[in-house]
Each structure stands twice: as C-alpha cells, then as structure tokens.
C-alpha cells in the first residue's frame, strides 16, 4: 500500500517537473496565503533550490521588513523588491516565494510573466486572518482593524492575483495536501480551484 502511494508520489513530482521545464515556479497571493512554508516544501519535492523574496530583499538590505518599511516607506521597499525579484527570476529554476504585494507590482508582475509559471495560492478571509494575526511582522497589518485591512487588500488585489497562470485554493488541510494540490494543477496545467469543498 505504502509503496503504491510513493509510486503514485514520485510520478506526480515527474509529471510536474516535466510541466515546468526549465521555468521558475513563482508563487503570489495574499498573506497568510502559505507562499513561504509551502514554496519550501514544494523546492523540497521538485528538487530544485527555494528562495523567499522576503528573506532575501532582508539578507541584501541588512534590515527587516519592518525596519524598511519604518525607514524608507512602502514604494521604496517595491523598489527593491521588484530589484530583488528580477534578479532571482534570471538565475532559475527555483521555487520562488513572494511577498504579497510583489505580483501586485506592474514591473514585478510582467517579469514573473516572462519564462515564469505562477500560481496563486487563494484563500478565504478567515483562513488568512486566523494565520496572519498569530504573528506581528506584517507592517500591513498594524492598523487599528488588521482583519478589515486584510479585507480591504483582498478586494484590491484578487483580481491581480487571477491573472497568475494557476489557482490552488489554500485552506487548513494540512501542507503536504496542499503540496500535492500545487504539484497536480502543474502537472494537469489547471486550476485545482475546484476542489474546494
Ligand atoms: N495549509 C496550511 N495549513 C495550516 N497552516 C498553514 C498552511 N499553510 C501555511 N500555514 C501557516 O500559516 C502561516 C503563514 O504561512 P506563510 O507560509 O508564512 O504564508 P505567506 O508567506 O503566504 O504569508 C504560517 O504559520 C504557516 O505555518
Ligand atoms: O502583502 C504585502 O504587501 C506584504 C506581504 C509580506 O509577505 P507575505 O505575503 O509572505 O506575508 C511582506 O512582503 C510585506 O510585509 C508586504
Ligand atoms: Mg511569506
């Protein structure tokens, strides 16, 4: 039984693999949204290395994202981001893990658009909410209503986040489900929305 399922596994990471060639897997969506955590599962799985964006604009500028965004204000911290990512973007394939407002970015988005695959891990409100607020270091978030600034940012931004090339519906299942969801939609090349419940 058990080795049936790894057959089973290890055709799906082929099959995946084989889909993303020679390409970034870029992962974009909301906070909370799983980019980090599962990017580094799914690197893990591909055999390909991982890099967050977040972790690495932190490495180049020596300074949190809280401390750039205290210092130098949200477009600078774009700035660098867009920087940072395109340089990332050159030297695949990898997994890469954005930050939530990077794929927001014009410039950003049209170089994750070239000779990348992106998916956009989509969640619900709730879900983002219960996992975002166990942790302070979303300078977004430090309003007087977080859950309502969460909101307010999913109405702007989920239409931009749609024009990623698939959509995975990420919930509380556990990641190596979600993991597998991510690998499955690349290997069919669609959307695995519809296995919401
Ligand atoms: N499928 C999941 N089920 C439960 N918790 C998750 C899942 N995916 C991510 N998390 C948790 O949610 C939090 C936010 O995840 P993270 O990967 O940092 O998201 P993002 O990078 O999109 O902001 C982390 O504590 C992470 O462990
Ligand atoms: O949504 C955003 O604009 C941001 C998301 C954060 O990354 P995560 O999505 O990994 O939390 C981080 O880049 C920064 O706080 C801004
Ligand atoms: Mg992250």
Redesign the pocket.
Known sequence: MSEHVLTLAESLKDRARDALGQRNLV?V???????????RLLAQQLGIPFV?T?VEIERVSRMTITELFAAYGEQEFRALETRVIKRLLRGGPRVV?T??GAFINDSTRMHVKRGSLSVW?KADLDVLWD??N??DT?PLLKTENPKQTLENLMNARYPIYAEADLTVL??????E??VKEVLAAIAEGNTAESKAP
Not at 31 to 38: E, N
Request: positive net charge; aromatic residues 0%; hydrophobic residues 30%.
């Open positions: 992962l969506g909301l906070m909370g949204a799983g980019k980090s955590s599962i990017g967050d977040d893990s930050g939530g891990l996992r975002v166990k942790r979303r990420s919930r509380d299942v556990g990641k489900v979600m």
